[in-house]
């Protein structure tokens, strides 16, 4: 009896000390494989924003619009059906001496469209969105710059340098689109991965890494980690949910196993012993 008590206690320490680490270990890159993963999806949205901003802000009209206020561009181009169908909500114009000069948009807290020649009254929305990008401008390449926002609003922020549509200059100063992290967004990162997404605000962390966090629950893994956030303040926290199923089924067939390996070991020294007493 002593001899199957030491070997059921040999069997568990087994699996805690060698089979469960091994097994939380898969899961800790299962979790940061598929936050990776949403992430490259929200990268790729945010590249797709660059490159609109982009082409808007390397077009001859435009650069014409910079320095004019043409009416007939403002007109002709901006419309809340627009900005709607791209799910942006504001296009800024902003003049060399990082000014803006026209804002055409989408009030985040009313949800009121409008268009101004200066971030006051119906427009004084974007007063703090310009404020947190413009120290940004002197960095924006021909490429465009894009920018994590956690501050006025989660959001997605892409800029660039208004040039002439064969990329010469001299830039007559910037363009700055804005997409919401919103419902449609995040459901669109859950269409492109098959996860679910949440991406809020949450406290900067104390160091300059960013580390997934870890909550373990019966049936879920809940993963998190701080995102690249360029806004003063708080910053974007990703996080999904990942079944456990992988782990809850080789838990079962471990245990499985010890089971059978416990009864065969109780078999055989059950006929040890009976021989043992039989002589």
């Known amino acids: 009896a002593g001899l199957l008590v030491l070997a059921m206690i040999a069997l568990l320490l087994i699996e805690r000390v060698v089979f469960q680490p091994v097994l939380m270990k898969a899961e800790n890159q299962q979790a940061g494989q598929e936050l990776a993963r949403i992430e490259n ?12 901003t982009r082409d808007w802000a390397h077009w001859d009209d435009t650069y014409q619009f910079i320095q004019d206020a043409n009416s007939d561009y403002a007109t002709s181009n ?12 504001a296009m800024i114009f902003i003049s060399e001496d990082q000014q803006p ?21 119906d427009c004084s929305w974007a007063a703090p969105l310009i404020a947190e990008v413009q ?3 002197g960095e924006v390449e021909a490429t465009g710059l894009p920018l994590n926002l956690a501050s006025p609003w989660p959001a997605l922020v892409a800029i660039a340098p208004i040039l002439q549509t ?13 997409r919401l992290i919103d ?30 966090a870890l909550q373990r629950g019966p049936d879920l893994l ?38 059978w390996t416990a009864v065969l070991l109780a078999v055989v020294i059950g ?3 009976a021989l043992l007493y039989g002589l």
């Open 78 to 89: 901006f419309s809340r059906e627009m900005f709607e169908d791209l799910h942006d909500q």
């Open 166 to 178: 064969d990329r010469t200059g001299p830039s007559r100063g910037w363009l700055i689109k804005l």
């Open 41 to 52: 999806s929200l990268a790729q949205n945010h590249n797709a924003l660059t490159a609109q």
């Open 101 to 121: 000069m026209w804002i055409a948009g989408i009030d985040p807290g009313t949800n009121t469209y409008g268009t101004c020649t200066s971030a006051t009254g």
């Open 271 to 273: 006929v040890v012993l």
């Open 222 to 259: 809940h993963a998190g980690k701080p995102l690249l956030t360029h806004s003063r303040g708080p910053e974007l926290v990703l996080s999904t949910e990942i079944p456990r199923d992988r782990v809850k089924r080789a838990s079962r067939i471990f245990r499985y196993s010890l089971a």
């Open 135 to 137: 120290p940004f401008l």
């Open 183 to 212: 419902e449609r967004l995040t459901d669109l990162l859950e269409e492109q991965t098959g996860l679910p997404v949440q991406i809020a605000t949450g406290p900067a962390p104390a160091d300059t890494e960013r580390k997934v």
